[in-house]
Each structure stands twice: as C-alpha cells, then as structure tokens.
C-alpha cells in the first residue's frame, strides 16, 4: 500500500485480555519497528525487525509483550494479561533506503 | 535515562513571528538527527534531517541547526503557521551502527501558533 497501515484503530479491552495489535508495513520496506505513547510521554521503543536478522526486543517492557513478523512483511504485536499501564497508542513505522521513518496512524489501547 | 530531551513540553508564537524548538541529547553515538510533526490522531510525519558532518539544515519555511560540542539542536519555523499547531519530536540515531538503525525520541512539545 501506499503508506503504513494499522489495525485496529482503537481497541478498547479488559484488564486481563489479551489484545493483537497489526501492522501492514510499506511494501519492499525491509525495517519495522513498534514504538508507543503513553499519556504525556514520549514515542518509546518497543522492537525493532531488519530483514530477516533477529529482531531488537530491548524495548518491550515486560514478558507479556511479544511481536512476530510474518515473510517479513506484516506484523503483530501481541500484549498477554493487559494491565491498565498498557493504555497507550502503539505506533508502527517501516523504512526503506533511506534513514527516516513512515508511520502508521497508530492503534489507540485502553484497558479497563 | 532519557538521552534526548525536550525540556520545553510546550511553546505558543504569534502567526509570522520565528518559532524556535530545542533539543539536547546525551549520548555521543547520535549522528543523524531528525524532526517529526505530529497532529492529533495521526502518526508522526518526518519534517527534516541533519546529519552530524553539518551544522545547519535548512528546507522552506524549516531550518534545523546542529550545535555537536554542546550535543544541542534546534528547529526554527520562519515565519510560523497557524498550521504548524502540532507536536514536534526530535529524534536521533546512531546510523554508523548501520542503516536503519533505531530512533530516539524526545517526548515532544506541543508548538500553538496563534493567528
């Protein structure tokens, strides 16, 4: 497609589910990172995927959080056991040759 | 530990007059800098980049200038918007790590430019 999309946009979910977040990078973009925004607080890194290297998981906050990327194209972010602190937008960006990012419109998360 | 900082979480500017967006960072690694626009509900979009063999950048309106002794850089919007009204990031990467290395953000600040 012609730019990143994000599924869903808003997803609202119990403390305790869990919640699939999806990614569709620009097509032929070899990198894919997630990063989220918490109220008030800056674009925080997630995880990072690069071709077929293994991916950067420095950034995800505890052992709930996961993410796969599938033929190296589109990817999930999977949140176990939400907690509220979880509310966030999650936002996906690819990149391709050059050294900046596209972003998604990003998927809104509120736990309750 | 934040290693790029917005200090300023907001700024407001009259239309026409300069809008002037600061940015320091930490880690010596940084060589390419870069600055994101955010509307609500969007995603961030780039705006403008420096690498560190610079010291100004310059594209229209926005003009990025690169201050590495003192490890600080700035945004100047020349004259300011009423659309320019958005979140600024400021992020850096350590692209000699190789390309498409990650970036770091700021946590932003929220430009207002009054009509």
């Known amino acids: 497609g012609a730019g990143v999309s994000q599924s869903p946009s808003n997803k609202v979910t119990e403390k305790g589910k869990d919640v699939e977040l999806r990614c569709d990078p620009i097509s032929g973009h070899t990198a894919l990172y997630w990063y989220r925004q918490s109220l008030g607080q800056g674009l925080e890194f997630l995880i990072y995927f690069q071709g077929n290297s293994a991916p950067d998981k420095s950034g995800l906050p505890s052992d709930r959080f996961s993410a796969e990327r599938t033929g190296g194209s589109v990817s999930t972010l999977t949140i176990q056991r939400t907690q509220q602190e979880d509310s966030a937008v999650y936002l996906c960006a690819s990149s391709g040759t050059n050294y900046g990012y596209t972003f998604g419109s990003g998927t809104r998360l509120t736990v309750v | 530990d934040q290693q790029v900082k917005q200090n300023s979480p907001s700024l407001s500017v009259q239309e026409g007059r300069i809008s002037i967006l600061n940015c320091d960072y930490t880690?010596?690694?940084?060589?390419?800098f870069l600055w994101y626009k955010k509307y609500p509900a969007e995603g961030p979009t780039f705006l403008i980049s420096i690498s560190s063999i610079k010291d100004k950048n310059e594209d229209g309106r926005f003009t990025v200038f690169l201050n590495k002794s003192a490890k600080h850089l700035s945004l100047h919007i020349v004259p300011s918007q009423p659309g320019d009204s958005a979140v600024y990031f400021c992020?850096?990467?350590?692209?000699?790590?190789?390309?498409?290395?990650?970036?770091?953000f700021g946590k932003g600040i929220t430009l207002s430019v009054r009509p």
């Open positions: 992020a850096a990467s350590a692209i000699s790590t190789g390309a498409n290395s990650k970036l770091t």
């Open positions: 880690n010596s690694m940084f060589d390419y």
